[in-house]
């Protein structure tokens, strides 16, 4: 009783509260004061992740002291894929667990932006599991989910509507990546564009206050920077070169998308959760024991290679006698480049919470040194490996995500590379370029283009004809007719409905044909009584068309329109009868997307 008297009482508190702001702000400063809010409290979720994440690595690492440790890192992926499947199913049972950006487009798309409370923490606790023991991910999405959730449940805290939740849930988005790299413009050009189905002038002050505050706190709460500033000026010889790297690493983030995708579906093939847990943590046991820059981020490797430290690629691995021959270390960068593509997928396919953002910056890294150090070791050209490396990360992040504008500015923030800005804007723009032109969708919004939750502005009538679910625009309120009813036994409900048109079904409910009010009303009023008493199943008509209830809503828009139709009887997989779908009620809702989304973020 206590509890629920206190719940009643802040709630009340609240109310109050939200009355007076109502009153006494105005709606755009008090955006921006929420804004800030999100930033802070963004960048305080992202810079806990990142510490817990490295607290549990560096325990494992450092100060867990057994003479057969070793050993255990075949297996410490595994425990963590493990435990993070058990905290999920222990704590997070009320809701259904969302992890990555994908689900984040789905709930602006499909959920008006909400997002469950659990998320501000789940995501935090999860993937630190996940990747502190050694899952190859990254941490960068659940920081991202993180902010997301403190904006949404804000937004819904205080009654907001749905754009105006949404710049939160993008001012969350952009926090987590600013506390997550310490790069506030990045983490605002993300949540444009990448988060926001579309983008106006009033979005950019929330969205650089909260960006800017999270990067503050983040060097307030974390104090180790993600790279360090490394960055040499670039020449114009290498001008040629950095149009290759974008070419080919465009061509390698197609390979990485759609390995992305078929190594999903091989694991949701597999129904038992616990074996995908066992195959996908072995598997990452054995590839970090192979290929130790694969444990975890992986940010460690990308900075001794921007140090310089090219034999730390073999220096703690079973090929470490090598370390010091040039052509083992291209061969090993390749192998690294290519293990982390599969660890950092199927870490994220067995269970563990993670990103994708973070390893492809480091498989864009690894790209980098391979490409410039093997040509070096031709003879035939000098090329600042750190420069190809920085120039690396930024067109995978573009190519795979199809962020230009976000690969851009994240490389030059995180290593001080502004003074790279052309060839960054060169090897983005061309990995994207060929990205886009193979594949349509980025590898965050291809699962939800094929399932028609995508809110896209490419193709705004079939996005929007795909958002509307023919279950949610059945109409009921039809008189059905039984094959042996008469039209003098129906008379009532044939002459007091509002509608013109009937039903007909069996007794399993079975569509058997439709009559019209016309037909019905002639054999009412006819002078012979065997017409008043023809059986229904005698005058019914097949209907032109019938509709499954799981018809794309293009594809009733396409048969209503070529068989000129405006009204179709819909069924379920068992040939029932459902209802009545309109070309109206479609129109309808239609018109009221499309204002929903003209009224987005003006």
């Known amino acids: 009783m206590h509890y629920k008297a206190y719940q009643k009482r802040l709630i009340r508190y609240l109310v109050d509260i939200n009355d007076w702001r109502k009153r006494r702000i105005s709606k755009t400063n008090f955006l921006i004061m929420a804004a800030a809010v999100v930033g802070v409290l ?50 997070i049972r009320r809701s259904k667990f969302q992890h ?17 409370f659990h998320n501000i923490y789940s995501q935090v606790i999860s993937s630190a599991l996940t990747v502190g023991l050694g899952g190859s991910a990254g941490l960068e999405a ?28 993008a001012c969350g988005a952009a926090a987590g990546i600013a506390g997550a790299f310490n790069s506030p413009i990045a983490g605002m050009i993300f949540a444009i564009e990448v988060i926001l189905p579309e983008f106006s002038i009033p979005a950019v002050i929330p969205l650089l206050l909260s960006s800017a505050l999270a990067s503050v706190i983040s060097k307030l709460i974390y104090t180790e920077p993600l790279f360090a500033l ?20 465009g061509l390698y983030s197609v390979f990485y998308s759609k390995l992305n995708s078929k190594i999903f579906r091989i694991f949701d093939s597999i129904k038992n959760r616990y074996n995908k ?12 024991a192979l290929l130790p820059a694969l444990y975890g981020e992986g940010y460690i490797t990308i900075q001794k290679l921007l140090n310089g430290d090219y034999p730390s690629l073999l220096a703690n691995s079973l090929f470490g006698q090598y370390q010091h021959i040039a052509w083992a270390l291209v061969l090993f960068g390749v192998l690294s480049m290519i293990g982390k593509t599969f660890a950092s997928v199927i870490t994220m396919a067995s269970g563990g919470n993670g990103g994708m953002f973070g390893p492809t910056v480091v498989v864009g ?42 690969g851009i500015f994240l490389a030059a923030e995180i290593t001080g590379g502004y003074i790279l800005m052309v060839p960054l804007m060169i090897v983005s723009a061309l990995s994207y370029f060929i990205n886009k032109g193979i594949l349509k969708y980025s590898i965050y919004t291809k699962g939800l283009a094929e399932q028609g939750d995508l809110l896209s502005h490419e193709n705004k009538d079939n996005s929007v004809l795909r958002s509307i679910k023919l279950k949610y625009l059945l109409e009921k309120d039809f008189v059905i007719l039984q094959l042996d009813d008469t039209p003098k036994s129906r008379s009532y409900d044939i002459v007091h409905t509002h509608r013109n048109i009937f039903p007909v079904v069996d007794n399993e409910g079975v569509l058997s044909g439709l009559l ?53 009887p819909v069924v ?24 929903r989304q003209a009224d987005y973020m003006q």
């Open 42 to 91: 963004g960048g305080i979720a992202s810079s806990l992740l990142k510490k817990l994440t490295h607290l549990i690595a560096s325990f494992l690492q450092n100060d867990f002291h057994w003479q057969y440790k070793y050993y255990l890192y075949l297996f410490f992926p595994l425990i963590g894929i493990f435990l993070t499947i058990l905290y999920i199913r222990t704590f």
């Open 100 to 116: 990555g950006i994908p689900a984040i487009l789905y709930n602006i798309s499909r959920n008006s932006s909400k997002l469950d």
């Open 142 to 169: 659940p920081a991202v989910a993180s902010g997301s959730a403190i904006g949404s449940n804000i937004g819904r805290l205080f009654g907001l509507n749905y754009r105006e939740t949404t710049l939160l849930l």
């Open 230 to 249: 490394v960055t040499k000026n670039w020449t114009v010889d290498a001008f040629w070169y950095y149009i290759a790297l974008g070419i080919f690493i």
């Open 277 to 288: 847990v066992w195959i996908g943590g072995i598997s990452l046991g054995i590839m970090i």
């Open 365 to 406: 890294g690894l790209f980098g040194f391979v490409f410039a150090y093997g040509f070096n070791q031709t003879g035939m050209v000098d090329l600042n490996v750190t420069n190809f490396i920085i120039a690396g990360m930024a067109a995978s992040v573009s190519g795979v995500m199809h962020a230009p504008l976000t």
């Open 516 to 568: 019209y009010s016309d037909t019905l009303l002639e054999l009412l009023l006819s002078n012979k009584e065997e017409d008043r008493n023809r059986l229904m199943k005698d005058v019914a008509q097949p209907p032109q068309k019938v509709i499954h209830i799981n018809t794309p809503m293009s594809d009733v828009m396409q048969i209503m329109d070529s068989q000129d139709i405006r009204i179709l």
């Open 572 to 595: 379920d997989d068992n040939e029932r009868y459902l209802g009545f779908v309109t070309k109206n009620s479609i129109f309808n809702k239609y018109r009221t997307i499309l204002m």
